[in-house]
């Protein structure tokens, strides 16, 4: 026996054995399908670098990325259908067991009609139930009593009322004609720059706030809703709270004359005092009432 050994070949790794194609077929198919490297990994019993590299040296890996990503897209579009599906039956059967609750029913329905919600369900609920029980027996209830009953600003309760295609319950607003002194300071605010909103300047100038921003839409100028730091907090309620304290009422007495709930609203008009005051006066000042 002759001393020489052929040097035998070093086995390939385990999981790296290389694609032969008379073993492991074509992977054009699984190209064109977009087959995920997982699947074609349990399927050839190699690893998914393997598969990647024979794609490459094959010319298949640009079209399989191509494929790949149109299936991808297909699959999201199939799970978004599913669960659109399945949030539709979960719909149909609240509303079935909601019959009888007029209250939950309108919510639900808002609830799937509406892409965000800023207001959590609970509250909705709340809403309508105190809607409801005060139509049903009569009540006229303002849109801030309503929202005071179930923890929701009053503009956002006359845009749900408006949404569930119920009227408020106080009717139609009465319209009064202004005084000429009135038509003056209306027509005057409105031209006025300020950090005041238009329902502050109602406030003091003793017309309503829908007039103001009925003449100021007419002529296309917006003034944005103003508070001071805090949501809670507007200059006409600092004005108020002001007011009851120099008279003497208590803090808890003060707050809740002045319509504030948060301490922190508190604590931020007090420290506030003196540029909230120099704010109001600068505002009648220019209208004429300092």
């Known amino acids: 026996m002759s001393n020489f050994e052929h040097p035998k070949s070093n086995p390939p790794e385990k999981g790296h054995e290389p694609l032969q194609k008379e073993k492991y077929g074509d992977l054009g198919a699984y190209a064109a399908e977009g087959s995920s490297l997982w699947q074609m990994k349990a399927e050839f019993n190699v690893s998914r670098e393997t598969i990647r590299k024979e794609l490459i040296k094959r010319n298949l ?5 191509e494929r ?6 297909k699959e999201a579009a199939m799970r ?4 659109k599906d399945l949030a539709e039956t979960i719909y149909l059967i609240s509303l079935k067991k909601a019959e009888k609750s007029r209250p939950l029913r309108k919510a639900l329905e808002r609830h799937y009609k509406k892409k965000t919600h800023k207001t959590s369900f609970e509250s909705i609920v709340s809403l309508f139930e ?7 027996s009569g009540e006229k209830l303002s849109l801030m009593e309503l929202g005071e009953r179930c923890g929701i600003s009053f503009t956002q309760v006359g845009m749900i009322l408006k949404e569930a295609e ?14 000429e002194e009135g038509n003056r300071l209306a027509e005057t ?13 109602g406030k003091i100038i003793g017309v309503p706030s829908y007039v103001l921003h009925e003449r100021a839409s007419r002529i296309g100028k917006k003034h944005p809703w103003t508070s001071i730091a805090h949501p809670a907090l507007t200059y006409s309620k600092a004005i108020d709270l002001f007011e009851a304290l120099d008279a003497g009422f208590s803090k808890e007495d003060a707050m809740q004359y002045a319509q504030i709930s948060s301490i922190r609203a508190y604590e931020i008009a007090l420290a506030r005092r003196r540029n909230i005051e120099r704010e109001v006066y600068e505002f009648r000042k220019k209208i004429g009432l300092a």
């Open 61 to 65: 890996h640009g079209q399989w990325k």
């Open 130 to 136: 105190a809607y409801y029980e005060a139509k049903d």
């Open 189 to 201: 605010a409105i031209m006025i720059e300020s950090n005041l909103s238009y329902k502050d300047m």
């Open 68 to 73: 790949r990503k149109e299936v991808r897209r």
């Open 166 to 179: 119920e009227k408020p319950l106080y009717g139609a607003r009465e319209r009064k004609l202004l005084s």
């Open 80 to 83: 978004k259908d599913s669960l």
